[in-house]
């Protein structure tokens, strides 16, 4: 059973720095993309960012240029650093592991297994 944990939640003014870590186990980490995907106060969940098993990263147009997307396949943890954050970045965030070897998955229903989310509050 995979499972995902994520932490770096927190309280930040608008145009701060968090960095997200997701820890998961369960199963060999390497071979699959991992992703990120967010839900704002009223809103359904959404892609944030992905990143293939060897690296190649792809973002939602909303973070271009501000977030980034990595991975530690040695300690089976994936990041996302958020800069220049804004009140609009509020939301529960979550980590992503699908179950096939997609390249990039970016759907909601390619992915299999979730963490329990971490929030991220922007204060204007």
């Known amino acids: 059973q995979v499972q995902l944990v994520e932490s770096g939640g927190g309280l930040v003014q608008a145009g701060g720095s968090l960095r997200l870590s997701c820890a998961a186990s369960g199963r060999a980490f390497s071979p699959y993309a991992m992703g990120w995907f967010r839900r704002a106060p009223g809103k359904e969940r959404e892609f944030v960012a992905v990143?293939?098993?060897?690296?190649?990263?792809y973002y939602a147009v909303s973070v271009a240029g501000r977030f980034t997307i990595s991975r530690d396949n040695a300690r089976n943890t994936v990041y996302l650093q958020m800069n220049s954050l804004k009140p609009e970045d509020t939301a529960v965030y979550y980590c992503?592991?699908?179950?096939?070897?997609?390249?990039?998955?970016?759907?909601?229903?390619?992915?299999?297994?979730w963490g329990q989310g971490t929030q991220v509050t922007v204060s204007s």
């Open positions: 990143i293939s098993s060897y690296g190649e990263t």
């Open positions: 992503a592991a699908p179950g096939g070897l997609g390249i990039r998955p970016t759907s909601l229903n390619e992915y299999d297994y």
